[in-house]
């Protein structure tokens, strides 16, 4: 599902009240119809893989680490590492890197050789860390802007194949209507209520906020 609205509709909220970061002060979120309250949040948490604006980047490692982190609870996985990779279409860029995926990516680290690490841009620390969720391979996947400093047309792409697998739910934020499209269901937010729901055909077609929010998208 997509989550859409202005900035300040209350979507980052929304993302930390269901990841149990935040605690309603009035109603309830339930997980199979019980009260999110009753279960112990560790449990929870084991079950998500959450990639938000802020995300974290690990600068005193190497790449490969800065993915692995995703799930240390055994030895890296290589096939669970190399998919990771490709969904988040890290591949390219990381075999280009002075060491691979073993290199450091700060240039204040530097290796037992005296090569030293490199700066990622934006867009790289961002299919990083997109690597690093897929790693951890959890049944539910949130994802707040995960991509804005990636072009739109490697979003596409990640989204397409993200969206295409029905053994997970994926709840995104984006403001961008390529993503937004692919989604099963949509939720439009306004002052934190959702105004509107439904899919990308059924939304176009009402002619309300989420046609006027995305109509020069649409054009």
Known sequence: ???VGENGAGKS????LLTGLY???KGNILLDGVDMNEYEVGSWHKLLGVLQQDFLSYGFAT?????????VSGPLDQKRFDDAINRAEAKTFLAKLPKG??????????HKDGTKGVDLSGGQWQRLA????FYRNSPIIILDEPTSAIDALAEARIFERLFADKNRTVITISHRLTTVE???MIYMLEGGKIVERGTHQQLVKNRGPYYKMFESQLR
Do not use: C, H, Q
């Open 23 to 25: 605690r309603p002060t």
């Open 101 to 110: 995926i073993d290199s450091f990516v700060t240039t204040w680290m530097e």
């Open 13 to 16: 909220t929304l993302i930390k």
């Open 1 to 3: 599902m997509a989550i």
């Open 63 to 71: 790449a490969k680490d800065n993915i692995y982190f995703g799930d």
């Open 182 to 184: 692919k989604a099963d």
């Open 130 to 133: 997109l690597a690093r969720n």
